[in-house]
């Protein structure tokens, strides 16, 4: 059963720069989609970046500023988020696209002007 922890979220200045981290435990292969989702307050949870094997897909409002990367031996998701903009702030979930859905609990990102 695979479980994911998300780590990295916290405060930045706009233009700053935040990477955030999440743990897999539990069998995933290349084939698994990992993606990276957020929702700010009082809005629907949103795509912002995936990744299966070498392949990626961002959101375009994540194009050219976020880098979503994977590490396989440390079961590792990561997406490196620079030039956050005040539109930015949410909640970031992990997941993993396997038999099931499977969510991690969020981390809190926040961006001041």
């Known amino acids: 059963q695979v479980q994911l922890v998300e780590s990295g979220g916290g405060s930045v200045q706009a233009g700053g720069s935040l990477k955030l981290s999440c743990a897999a435990s539990g069998t995933l292969y290349a084939t698994n989609v990992m993606s990276w989702y957020r929702q700010a307050p009082g809005k629907q949870r949103e795509l912002v970046a995936d990744?299966?094997?070498?392949?990626?897909n961002y959101a375009d409002s994540a194009k050219d500023r976020f880098k979503i990367a994977r590490e396989y031996v440390k079961k590792i998701v990561t997406l490196q988020m620079d030039s956050l903009k005040p539109e930015d702030p949410a909640v970031y979930y992990c997941?993993?696209?396997?038999?099931?859905?499977?969510w991690g609990q969020g981390t809190q990102v926040t961006v001041s002007p």
């Open positions: 997941h993993a696209r396997t038999y099931k859905a499977v």
């Open positions: 990744i299966k094997a070498s392949t990626t």
